[in-house]
């Protein structure tokens, strides 16, 4: 299996529209939603139910009532301000941080480190479509490279025989994205012509490159900002990273998704611009050296 994930530095660079197109355009039979903040390829994927199972994120603070003798050391210790003694000890479960330390300080071995259910993990098979696996985060919980590496894990040991897996990354530069970019064949970045998208870009590019990962760049609303859109395909050239192509600003791109469908199953420009770029992005991945499962390179 080739892996190839899409990644943006921030949220609303047309990351997840892309990773759509690609899953449409490459008929991948194995595919994942790592961006488990606010995942929405769902939208646009159709698949029917998914088989869920708990995700246990950290653990968090329990107390045992009877022992506590309300010393107050534990809500004197706790940094994220979980633990409050007012006639009885609580703690706010969505504050803990699961860091353990009022287990630690304790006196009487009153407070307890419990498995806590961060978010569901969801995974959806079609005998058609093959495989497609996310996740839910429940209220109060973030993302972690341990999630992401999980949603990851699923999808490849549920399509094992699947040629190819297109992964929507967790945006930002973070643990979820280097838990994202851990193992993939390639990086394909979704740029935007903006100062801000530029920065967000090399730090990316950066963040790959210390993990050895494969990165090719492609610009989304590049007409938006010809002259950025200029300056990334320099910087590309420059640092020897291969650009795969420019998609255009266009509002058929949401009226699209939100009739559940990429940009490429409708006739427009940017379906047409996405189209170029999966080919150039598909020739370049062909050629690249296997990666194999829990590398990078
Ligand atoms: S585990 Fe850490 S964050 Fe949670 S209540 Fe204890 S000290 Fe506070
Ligand atoms: S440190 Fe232990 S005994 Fe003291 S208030 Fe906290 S739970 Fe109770």
């Not at 080739?2 to 039979?29: C, H, N, P, Q």
């Amino acid at each position: 299996m080739k892996r190839l994930l899409i990644l943006s530095g921030k949220g609303g660079t047309g990351k997840t529209t892309v990773a759509a197109s690609m899953i449409r355009l490459a008929e991948a039979r194995a595919c994942a939603d790592c961006d488990v903040d606010a995942p929405n390829l769902h939208l646009v994927l159709e698949r029917g139910s998914p088989e869920t199972e708990d995700y246990h994120g950290l653990p968090k603070a329990h107390v045992d009532e009877a022992r506590c003798t309300l010393c107050g050391l534990c809500e004197e210790m706790c940094r994220f301000g979980a633990i409050s003694i007012d006639g009885h000890l609580t703690i706010d479960a969505r504050a803990c941080e699961g860091c353990g330390l009022c287990d630690h300080v304790c006196p009487v071995d009153a407070i307890s480190m419990l498995p806590a259910v961060a978010g569901d993990l969801l995974l959806y098979r079609d005998p058609e479509k093959g495989v497609f696996s996310t996740a839910q985060l429940r209220m109060g919980n973030g993302t972690t490279g341990l999630l992401v590496a999980e949603v990851k894990r699923r999808m490849e040991k549920a399509s094992r025989q699947a040629p190819l897996a297109v992964i929507d990354g967790s945006p930002g530069i973070g643990c979820p994205v280097i838990a994202s970019i851990s193992g993939v064949d390639m990086v394909l970045v979704v740029a935007e012509p903006s100062v801000s998208g530029i920065s967000d870009m090399e730090r990316i590019l950066d963040t790959a490159e210390k993990l050895r990962a494969y990165t090719v760049v492609c610009v989304n609303k590049a007409d938006a900002h010809p002259r950025m859109t200029e300056r990334i395909r320099a910087y590309c050239s420059e640092r020897d990273v291969p650009y795969v192509g420019e998609i255009p600003y266009d509002s058929e791109v949401v009226r699209a998704v939100n009739r559940g469908m990429a940009p490429v199953d409708v006739e427009c420009p940017a379906g047409e611009a996405i189209r170029r770029v999966f080919a150039e992005t598909m020739k370049i991945l062909d050629r690249s050296p296997h990666a194999g499962p829990g590398m990078s390179r």
